[in-house]
């Protein structure tokens, strides 16, 4: 059994910083990719940031110089770490996996429960 774990979200006022982390466990063979995705009231989930097993990055133009998204490799881990936060970052934030389990051979796309970020005065 797979699980993730986010933790970090909260209130914030703009300008401000949040770190958010996320933990995959259990019987995990190798994890691929993970990333960061995020969900506001009445719109569809879309790509915060993504970080491959090698270090390779992609983020979304909205976040690009502003958030900076890492990882540890041995522990399973994911970080995003959020710097000049805006209203418009406001959302229920997810952590996602890519990862292979114990006994398998394929990829598979695993994701958290949500972590809700608000950007607001």
């Known amino acids: 059994q797979v699980q993730l774990v986010e933790s970090g979200g909260g209130l914030v006022q703009p300008g401000g910083s949040l770190r958010l982390s996320c933990v995959a466990s259990?019987?995990?063979?190798?994890?691929?990719?993970m990333g960061w995705y995020r969900q506001a009231p009445g719109k569809q989930r879309e790509l915060v940031a993504l970080?491959?097993?090698?270090?390779?990055?992609n983020y979304a133009d909205s976040v690009k110089g502003r958030f900076t998204i890492s990882r540890d490799n041995a522990k399973n881990m994911v970080y995003l770490q959020m710097n000049s936060l805006k209203p418009e970052d406001s959302a229920v934030y997810y952590c996602?996996?890519?990862?292979?389990?114990?006994?398998?051979?394929?990829?598979?796309?695993?994701w958290g429960q949500g972590t809700q970020v608000t950007v607001s005065s």
């Open positions: 259990g019987s995990i063979f190798r994890v691929n990719v």
């Open positions: 996602n996996g890519r990862l292979i389990p114990v006994g398998m051979r394929l990829d598979y796309d695993y």
């Open positions: 970080i491959f097993s090698g270090g390779g990055t």
